[in-house]
């Protein structure tokens, strides 16, 4: 069998058609059986990658993390030849069953083998049996290990010698060896665990158990090939390419913990914890440790110590535990790590020597209960310890000495040996323990700390590592797998969207539980339906926490999920849609550190779940799935409400995708494949047979089919083997074969070799594209939809078109249309339905549909139109009447030659309706089951059937009538019924329920129905019931009872108020029942009295001759400890019986008083099986009050003086009460006698509250308090009556509990000038019926002077409007003073007084006369700013009894007044107001603010400080001044900007009082210096059109240019600064054109100095205008603006001599209906521009067509009177003069071929060369064909349109800009894009219009795009009018601007620009007006 697979491609069948024909030696008639097949695929490629022999390449041999061991040994090597072995070839050895290698190196690293890595890289002969490898004992010739291969059963050997001298073997079965194949043979041994790999884990991975640990035995040889001698039929036939050797890493975090030893074992996070005890310790035994101790090696582990603990972390101790080799103590109490170890120095004895590393240096303590890292690195003479992120080097001196063999020494954790004192306890957890010899780094720690494996290979190595099979893993893999035809590559997006990531160097996502990624604006949007597929490479971690989510991929919105795919455990994952999560279970947990292949793949009805190519889990799909929002799409967690994330993902993830389709098994295998491959689809377990087993090769490069079968088997499966290649580019391999071969008896084929050719050919990527979607669409792909019953659908669509990047390519030779996934068989049909198209007539070409009508070829060679022309009628359809509802996929592609096309697909999905009703496989259902059984026990399951096989196929169940009580539930979706609550058949009996089966689609809801009947089986499942007075109302309990039920229960009351007392403790209404009734006896009954506190005194009793009379025995039972007396009734007697008795029971009592106020007696009886459950009688005992509280107080006076805290006045307070413990304290009263008597004077007590926490407390209680601590009693209330200071204290408790209350009574007084009266305080306490007498306390009040005097600066007025901080408006004072400072040098100063006339000093002592005087005061001037020119002034003398002094102070910016002298407040207050405040400096004042501070003195306290604030009021007098340090710059040609102020300086003498508020910059005249409007125009377009030429409306859309266009090129612009964009400045720039712009803001001199030093001036027209520019600059305080100071510009152009063509209208806007002839030239009309007079040697005239038409051209006539024309480009070579390229150029004319104006647009550039070389400016005319527009356009403003002009230096408003003006399309969701106006008029209207009014726009854009301007005398209307582009409009409309040129007295008047726009329909859209209020401008005014 032949075919071609094209690159790309997805996986192909290798031989469709395969069939046997039986062979004639078949004379048995019998079907012929198989025993197995293979099927191999060969090519170049495969051969030559065969003879790298990189097949070694492991991370288990060269590390993980990048670690690679020291110990690795290549045995072959050093090894010698013994017997019969070819190494003729150089990289590897021959065996042919008669030879041997023999390895006799050193191998003590290997000397102990329960735990080292072994790598053999090998291929073999057919059916090999023999010895691979063998280690030997030299000392007895004993096995210790070896590696037998069994070819030909598949098998592999691990044979080994334990240490009891016994030979065990592991088999391997099941491992596929193919001969002639290279294969790797990997074996870990780790004890006690044995992995094997296959081809480095990718196809074969298996672990078995070692029973006993293997002999170490340190003389040992290596032989391979040969168990040890030359044994026929027992060596090695084949080829060995490398056997290479490690030791293992004892990372204790990965072996298994079968060989730890001692009572510690890790739990199940790894974690080994230590108590302290000398007995729990950890124990490696030395069997399994890989290396001894050496002067090279690294220990690393993770503790968490206990503090001030002592402890060994490990230490390397021998079996008898009295020697160490090492040890690693961690010191907590003494902050130190101590390595210890044995010394040797030469020939000296070892000694031993220790290396301490101290922390307190670091100020580091590990002892401290936290995780640290700690790493060791012994690397001799150096020791480094790494803790955390601390590093500390010691020098070592000594070598390391090992005194006895490593054999005879075991590692111990947490303790220094195994045995001997207890010595260094660890106290504490350890975790993550990795010792290696040699040295790795901190990084590679942490990496394998952290358990990751990243594989470090040689660069040569074709094979992954360690089950490492991800290949490329990328969007090319999943598209020739046949995936993702309109996939998502979410990872791309990723990195494409975020700015930093975090990657591995394989370009792997790495999230470590803290790292997720949103994706915004995804270029293809993820939205869910009904089919999808997510297909990712991962690598987890592994999950410790298996209640949590990572989550993968997710899409929610706010808190609600959308879709959101997750781990949930190592055996969980979880899809979550909106309304349901599917749970898939995984076999094996793929949280191990390796690659996975996850594939998530849905059709309609089921999610399955595919892990590295296996289908795990098929689970239905509920419904259809829901998407109705954009949602927010994150990987690696869940987004929730306010961007919370939440379910952090652990691992790395690559080429993580998303698609809308699901897909193939054969897709799905394919991904696990690198390069070439083969897969079996459907996979082979979907057999019906189970004997077949199915097992690939190294790369899937070879099948093999194993198991009895017929042969009509094998060939239905060899039919369904495809071949896939991924390669992104399959050369060098021209061509593959797969050869197919079977067997009876599994070794000899019974065919000759069957073969299938491939040849691989790749894209031709200039051949033809097939679009099946349109140019509108940016996929190439379609989708469309068919419906049952409905007409064949066109599967392209009507727009779809053939065409090719190669122009030169225009005919094709194939065309192929190919159906996939066709379930319906033969009712899938591709379909060509031409309905007699003329053009389909016509051609040649030959549509040949196959038999099937599953694909289509149409051949033959032709035109791409004409294959185009057939594509359009490509149908599929479905005939079935109830189509299989899954999409197909309809690939097509084109040939040329031997070349293909890419794969274009088309996506039908097929959709059916739901028409049938579901039906029940029963009508109804009968079943019964047992009551009281278990809940959620199944009861019975019901199951109905839907002939709709597409839509409506999803049935679900529900329960509608008869589960009212919600006594069972159903699956909805398997129809099973199950209980949710207890049964019982007392309650009922039969359960009749109503069940639905619904399906539904869009349209209809059908239903069947079935009934179920339950039947509830009676057993004894209920006990006697005691219900002691019937059923009674719970709400009519005489008294409340904890736990009493009226249903069983009886209350009692029981009145004690005489001795020998009895009661009935059972009600009149008794009664026992038996809710079953199938057991009417009672054998046994106990009735006990509870809580009994008079034991001797208390009984139960009854009739015991009626109790003999049924035949009852009665027995008593008393338990005096816990206060129980039973009687227990035991005897057959019916429930009848029992009562009777029961009602002659008493409780009786002789005691004179019971104590304690309840008892209860408990009831239970039993009928042999059942117990009833407890009824109880409630007995609550009543007790009587009869005497009086008494309250005695040892001390009843006290001393309180003022101001003191508060006082305790009755802590020798006892109270009694006689009738306690039964009746308790109910209340106590404390009241204070007269309170009104002692209360002080409203003033004072005004005075005192207001600071009070409770003021209107404070005020109604006279400023004083009784209180008492009720914590001490928390179950009391407290009650306080302010007005009565009465004190109440109320709740039911012992006298001891008020005794401890009242204790705590306080008095407090808070006045600041209390009455001096004595207080008395009473005490009364009552019990329930009697009071106490009162009991007295008396109060003395002792007074004192304590309350400091206060200034009053303004007496007590407030004055409002103070914006001052912390100003009291009844203490502080407030004045101004007016700087009189203007700028002469001259001063008049002047005073103010600094009080208020209204000031006082008050002092509230006065009020009893305690102090009434001032001893001193101080005055005191702060905040001077001007120094030495501030002071305090005295008018007037003082008195002579008074003294004034002015101490000296070191802080100048003060002034302080001193006076002393003692007298009255009255007289102090006359001494302040003769001072003043005074300024006598000529300059001006700084600062705004002065505070002056008073404080008085009455003796023994100082007065808070009352302060003056004295505002300072400035005035602004002087303008600022500029200051240019360089008044002239230059600008050539070839400048950019160039800096023009850098050395201005700015300067205002009346700063920082009074701010700058505005500078104006602007170029003078600046429409003086303007160059050709070519030269501006071009020059604009270049600076700011990224697209310069190469579209019609440049301008238009470029606000930019346009801007730039009216300054003439001419730019001023001030650079970013910190001072006007930092957020706490307010100044602005504001641009208002191109040459003047403001800078407005309160600011300083230096910040505006700081602005204006970055103008800049630019000029970009292409060719220069010598010149000198003007700059001038203005700036304005307060007071006005400052005379302008100007800068010169020197613009000067070298290069200004070049010819040019100049054109007046550059633009021809034209409507499809004009003649399709342009005379450019003439129409321009067109000049030539020549300032040298040079001659003219050539004229270039270029063609630009944008959209890509024909057939146009452009003409000139030369002066022979010859027409040129050509389509493209004309160059015109005639030397000659000006006047004749004149007429030349204006002979230029545009016409279109095909006589009709075509939309589009076109560009002619005319260039001209002089004789000099010189080449001028391009001249561009843009030729622009709209259709002819439906669409109306109107005017509309983005601002408001209220605008303000000032009428000086001819100011221009332009009115477009500042309102923002717009031209919109009116219809909806139309834009103006190739929309074309024919006019605009313009109106300036207002009632005292003059002649200084007018309005204009820009004359030369409106000729550049061939518009007509007219407009009136005088300038008030204007009117534009011409066919042109609605953005070309919008463009002069900018510009159009009003000026009044008034000098002098303008008149204010609101002026009104109307603008009306004229529709290319000749209609006219409203005007809309534009409102201009002129201010009135004086210009004889300052």
Same mark, same amino acid.
């Given at each position: 069998y032949e075919n071609t697979f094209y690159e790309g491609q997805t996986p192909l069948a290798i031989n469709p058609q395969i069939d046997a024909i039986s062979s004639p030696n078949n004379t048995t008639g019998n079907p012929i059986r198989i025993s197995n097949a293979t099927v191999t695929l060969q090519s170049t490629a495969t051969a030559q990658q065969g003879q790298q022999h990189d097949c070694h390449c492991n991370a288990n041999i060269y590390g993980t993390c990048g670690v690679v061991s020291a110990t690795i040994t290549d045995i072959l090597t050093n090894s010698t030849m013994i017997g019969t072995v070819n190494s003729t070839q150089s990289d590897y050895y021959s065996f042919y069953g008669m030879g041997l290698l023999k390895y006799e190196h050193d191998l003590l690293d290997y000397s102990l083998p329960n735990n080292m890595i072994i790598s053999i890289c090998f291929r073999i002969q057919p059916n090999t049996r023999g010895w691979l490898m063998t280690s030997i004992s030299t000392t007895g010739d004993n096995m210790i290990y070896g590696l037998r291969l069994y070819a030909d059963l598949n098998r592999i050997e691990f044979r080994y010698k334990?240490?009891? +001298?016994? %030979?065990?073997?592991?088999? @391997?079965?099941? #491992?596929? &060896?193919?001969?002639?194949?290279?294969? +790797?043979? %990997?074996?870990?041994?780790? @004890?006690?665990? #044995?992995? &094997?790999y296959l081809d480095g884990g990718v196809n074969y991975v298996k672990t078995l158990t070692l029973s006993r640990y293997m002999i170490h035995d340190q003389a040992s040889h290596i032989y391979i090939g040969c168990l040890q001698n030359i044994v026929a039929g027992q060596c090695f036939n084949g080829d060995i390419a490398s056997v290479m050797?490690?030791?293992?890493?004892?990372?204790?975090?990965?072996?298994?913990?079968?060989?730890?030893?001692?009572?510690?074992?890790p739990d199940a996070q790894g974690i080994i914890h230590f108590d302290g005890n000398s007995n729990r310790y950890m124990l490696v035994a030395q069997q399994v440790i890989p290396y001894r101790f050496t002067n090279n090696m690294t220990i690393s582990v993770q503790i968490q110590q206990e503090p001030n603990n002592d402890g060994t972390i490990l230490s390397q101790s021998s079996n008898s535990g009295f020697k160490t080799n090492y040890m690693l103590n961690s010191m907590g109490k003494d902050d130190v790590i101590e390595f210890q170890y044995g010394g040797k120095q030469g020939s000296e004895p070892q000694t031993r020597t220790r290396l301490n590393f101290n922390l307190t240096h670091y100020n580091i303590v590990v002892d401290d209960g936290e995780w640290h890292n700690l790493t060791l690195h012994i690397e001799y003479p150096v020791a480094i310890l790494h803790l955390d992120n601390v590093s500390i080097v010691k020098q070592m001196p000594d070598l390391v000495a090992i005194d006895q063999p490593i054999s005879s020494y075991n590692l111990i954790f947490g303790r220094f040996a195994s045995s001997g004192p207890d010595y260094l306890i660890f106290k504490g957890s350890m975790r993550q323990i990795i010792i290696r010899p040699g040295l790795i780094t901190l990084d590679q720690i942490q990496c394998l700390q952290s358990g990751c494996h990243q594989c470090k290979c040689f660069s040569q190595c074709q094979l992954k590592c360690q089950n490492q099979a991800i290949c490329k893993s990328d969007l090319y893999q999943y598209r020739s797998c046949g995936m993702l035809k309109q996939g998502f590559d979410i990872g791309q997006a990723i990195k494409q969207t975020t700015p930093t990531i975090v990657q591995d160097v394989d370009d792997s996502l790495i999230f470590n539980g803290s790292i997720a990624y949103t994706i915004s604006n995804p270029t293809q949007t993820i939205h869910l339906n009904n089919q999808l597929t997510i297909s990712t490479w991962l690598w987890q971690f592994p999950i410790i926490d298996a209640t949590q989510h990572q989550y993968i991929l997710t899409k929610s919105v706010q808190d609600r999920i959308i879709f959101a795919l997750s781990l949930y455990s190592n055996h969980t994952i979880i899809l979550g849609l909106t309304g349901q999560n599917i749970t898939m279970t995984l076999v094996q947990g793929i949280d191990d550190e390796r690659w996975h292949q996850l594939t998530v793949s849905i059709n309609t009805s089921y999610a399955s779940l595919y892990i590295d190519g296996h289908l795990i889990d098929n689970q239905p799909v509920v419904g259809n799935i829901i998407d109705d929002s954009n949602g927010l799409l994150a990987v690696g967690a869940l987004v929730k409400q306010s961007n919370q994330m939440v379910g952090y993902y652990i691992g790395r993830l690559r080429a993580l995708v998303f698609d809308n389709q699901t897909s193939s098994v054969v897709a799905i295998q394919c991904l696990m494949t690198c390069g070439q491959n083969l897969l079996i689809n459907p996979p082979i377990n979907t057999l019906s047979s189970s004997t077949i087993m199915a097992f690939y090769n190294q790369q899937a490069a070879q099948l093999m089919i194993q198991g009895g079968e017929t042969l009509q088997t094998y060939i239905n499966i060899l039919r369904r083997i495809y071949y896939a290649n991924t390669y992104s580019s399959p050369n060098p391999l021209s061509a593959v074969t797969a050869q197919i071969q079977l067997y009876q008896d599994g070794l000899r084929p019974i065919n000759s070799t069957t073969l299938t050719l491939f040849n691989i050919k790749s894209i031709n990527n200039l051949a033809p594209i097939i679009d099946l979607s349109g140019p509108d669409l940016n996929s190439l792909d379609y989708t469309t939809n068919f419906i049952e019953t409905q007409p064949a659908v066109a599967v392209v669509s009507s727009s779809a078109r053939i065409f090719t990047r190669n122009r030169l390519l225009t005919t094709m030779d194939t065309l192929i249309i190919q159906l996939y996934d066709f379930p319906d068989g033969y009712h899938d049909k591709l379909l060509f339905q031409s309905n007699s198209d003329p053009s389909i007539t016509a051609s040649n070409l030959n549509v040949g549909v196959q038999n099937d009508f599953h694909s289509i070829n149409i051949s033959g060679s032709s035109t791409l139109m004409d294959y185009q022309n057939h594509l359009l009628y490509i149908y599929y359809n479905n005939t079935r009447d109830e189509p299989t509802c899954q999409a197909r996929r309809i690939d097509f592609y084109a040939t040329i030659g031997d070349q293909r096309s890419f794969v274009t697909s088309t996506i039908v999905h097929v959709y059916g309706y739901n028409d049938i009703t579901p039906i029940f496989n029963q009508t109804s259902y009968t079943t019964s089951i047992v009551e009281d059984s278990p809940l959620g026990i199944n009861v019975?399951?019901?199951?109905?059937?839907?002939?709709?096989?597409?839509?409506?196929?999803?049935?679900?169940?529900?329960?509608i009538q008869g589960n009212e009580r919600e006594q069972f539930s159903i699956n909805n979706i398997t129809g099973q019924i199950t209980t949710i609550q207890s049964l019982d058949y007392e309650q009922q009996s039969l359960y009749i329920l109503n069940i639905s089966a619904t399906n539904y689609d869009q349209k209809n809801i059908l239903r069947g129905y079935t009934t179920v009947t339950i039947s509830i089986l009676n057993i004894n499942d209920n006990g006697f019931v005691i219900r002691l007075n019937g059923i009674q109302d719970q709400n009519q309990a005489v008294f409340n009872a904890t736990g009493y039920n009226a249903t069983f229960d009886y209350l009692v009351q029981f009145n004690n108020t005489q001795p020998e007392q009895d009661i009935a403790i059972v009600g009149t209404q008794l009664l026992i029942d038996d809710g079953d009734n199938l057991n009417p006896y009672i054998i046994s009954m106990d009735i006990t009295l509870n809580n009994i506190n008079n034991f001797e005194y208390e009984y139960l009793y009854l009739n015991?001759?009626?109790?003999?009379?049924?035949?009852?025995?009665?027995?008593?039972?008393?338990?005096?400890?816990?206060?129980?007396?039973?009687i227990s009734l035991t005897g057959n007697a019916s429930h009848t019986a029992y009562p009777q008795i029961l009602r002659s029971l008493m409780f009786y009592t002789n005691a004179t008083q019971l104590i304690g106020d309840e008892r209860t007696i408990e009831f239970l009886a039993s009928d042999g099986q059942f117990q009833s459950p407890i009824s109880t009688t409630y007995l609550q005992i009543i007790h009587n009050n009869k005497y009086r509280p008494q309250i005695i107080i040892s001390q009843g006076r006290f001393s309180y003086m003022e101001n003191s805290e508060s006082l305790a006045i009755a802590t020798t307070l006892q109270l009694t009460d006689r009738d306690y413990p039964f009746f308790n304290i109910t209340t106590a009263h404390a009241f204070l006698v007269n309170p009104?008597?002692?209360?002080?004077?409203?003033?004072?007590?005004?005075?005192?509250?207001?600071?009070?926490?409770?003021?209107?407390?404070?005020?109604?209680?006279?400023?004083?308090?009784?209180?008492?601590?009720?914590s001490v009693a928390p179950d009391l209330s407290l009650n306080y009556n302010n007005a009565e200071n009465v004190v109440t204290i109320l709740g039911d408790a012992p006298p001891s509990t008020y005794q401890d209350v009242l204790r705590t009574l306080t008095y407090t007084n808070v006045a600041i000038e209390p009455n001096g009266i004595a207080r008395q305080v009473q005490i009364i306490v009552q019990d329930r019926v009697f009071a106490s007498l009162p009991a007295s306390i008396n109060i003395d009040i002792?007074?004192?002077?304590?309350?400091?005097?206060?200034?009053?600066?303004?007496?007590?007025?407030?004055?409002?409007?103070?914006?001052?901080?912390?100003?009291?408006?009844?203490?502080?004072?407030?004045?101004?003073?007016?700087?009189?400072?203007?700028?002469?040098?001259s001063v008049s100063p002047s005073m103010i007084s600094i009080i208020g006339p209204n000031a006082t000093i008050t002092d509230s002592d006065n009020q009893y006369e305690v102090r009434n005087y001032i001893i001193n005061a101080t005055i005191t001037l702060i905040g001077i700013q001007n120094i030495g020119k501030e002071r305090l002034l005295l008018i007037n003398n003082i008195p002579n009894t008074h003294h004034i002094s002015y101490p000296p102070n070191l802080d100048f910016r003060q002034f302080q007044v001193n006076i002393i002298g003692n007298s009255s407040h009255q007289e102090y207050l006359k001494i302040f107001q003769l001072f003043r405040y005074q300024s006598i400096d000529a300059n001006p004042l700084l600062g705004s603010v002065r505070i002056i501070s008073f404080v008085v003195n009455d003796g023994r306290h100082r007065s808070s400080p009352s302060f003056t604030y004295i505002q300072i009021i400035h005035h602004d007098k002087l303008r600022p001044t500029i200051t240019l340090t360089a008044t002239q710059s230059t600008y050539t040609q070839s400048s950019r900007a160039i800096p023009i102020a850098e050395g201005i300086i700015i300067t205002d003498p009346d700063q920082p009082q009074f701010a700058l508020h505005e500078a104006v910059v602007e170029l003078v005249d600046s429409s003086s210096y303007c160059s050709h409007p070519l030269f501006i125009e071009y020059g604009c377009r270049k600076q700011f059109d990224s697209q310069l030429g190469r579209h019609c409306d440049g301008l238009s859309v470029n606000l930019q240019i346009g801007l730039c266009i009216l300054s003439c090129g001419q730019y001023l612009q001030v650079g970013s600064s910190n001072h006007h964009n930092s957020s706490s400045s307010s100044i602005r720039i504001i641009y208002e054109t191109p040459t003047r712009l403001l800078i407005k803001g309160n600011g300083t001199s230096l910040e505006y100095q700081q602005i204006l030093s970055t103008l800049t001036f630019t000029d970009y027209t292409s060719q220069l205008k010598p010149s000198t520019r003007t700059v001038q600059i203005s700036i304005r305080d307060t007071v006005g603006f400052n005379s302008p100071s100007s800068i010169d510009i020197n613009v000067m152009n070298h290069d200004n001599y070049r010819p040019y063509i100049t054109s007046a209208r550059r633009t021809f806007t034209l409507l499809p209906t004009e003649i399709p002839i342009v005379k450019v030239g003439q129409l321009g009309p067109m000049t030539i521009i020549n300032p040298t007079q040079e001659l003219i040697s050539e004229l270039v005239i270029t063609l630009s067509s944008v959209i890509g038409l024909d057939q146009e051209n452009i003409s000139i006539l030369t002066p022979d009177n010859v027409t040129l024309y050509h389509s493209q480009r004309i160059v015109y070579n005639i030397t000659g003069q000006t006047t004749t390229y004149d007429q030349i150029i204006q002979s230029l004319t545009y016409a279109d071929g095909q006589g009709i104006m075509r939309p589009g647009c076109r560009i002619i550039t005319a260039t001209l060369i002089d004789s000099l070389g010189n080449s001028g400016i391009p001249l561009d005319v843009f030729i622009s064909v709209l259709p002819y527009p439906s669409n109306v356009l109107a005017i509309t403003f983005h601002r408001s349109t209220n605008l303000s002009y000032f009428p000086f230096k001819l100011n221009r408003l332009y009115l477009g800009l500042q309102t923002g003006l717009q031209i919109v399309n009116t219809l909806p969701n139309a834009s103006i894009a190739s929309t074309v106006i024919r006019g605009v008029n313009i109106t300036l209207t207002g009632l005292l219009l003059t002649r200084g009014d007018y309005i204009a726009a820009d004359k030369r854009l409106i000729q550049r795009f061939g518009l007509t301007l007219s407009q009136s005398n005088d300038a008030h209307s204007i009117n534009i009018s011409g066919v042109a582009l609605a953005r070309d409009y919008q463009l002069v409309l900018e510009t159009l601007y009003y000026v009044n040129n008034h000098t002098v007295n303008t008149p204010p008047e609101y002026r009104y620009i109307h603008i009306g726009l004229q529709n290319i329909n000749d209609s006219f859209q409203q005007a809309q007006v534009i409102t201009v209020f002129v201010h009135p401008i004086h210009f004889d005014l300052t």
């Open positions: 334990s240490t009891t +001298n016994h %030979i065990n073997s592991l088999n @391997y079965d099941n #491992v596929l &060896l193919s001969y002639g194949i290279w294969q +790797n043979l %990997i074996v870990q041994v780790s @004890y006690p665990s #044995v992995t &094997l050797m490690r030791t293992g890493v004892l990372d204790l975090a990965k072996i298994s913990y079968a060989s730890i030893d001692g009572l510690n074992q019975i399951q019901v199951q109905a059937t839907d002939a709709d096989n597409c839509r409506g196929n999803t049935i679900t169940y529900e329960i015991q001759s009626l109790v003999q009379q049924f035949g009852i025995q009665i027995q008593f039972i008393n338990n005096q400890m816990i206060g129980q007396k039973t009104s008597a002692s209360c002080p004077t409203d003033a004072i007590l005004q005075l005192s509250c207001r600071h009070s926490g409770d003021i209107k407390r404070c005020n109604e209680s006279c400023a004083q308090y009784l209180q008492v601590n009720t002792r007074l004192i002077n304590d309350i400091s005097p206060i200034v009053h600066l303004n007496g007590f007025q407030t004055l409002p409007n103070i914006d001052i901080s912390g100003f009291r408006p009844d203490q502080d004072y407030q004045t101004s003073y007016d700087d009189l400072y203007n700028g002469t040098g």
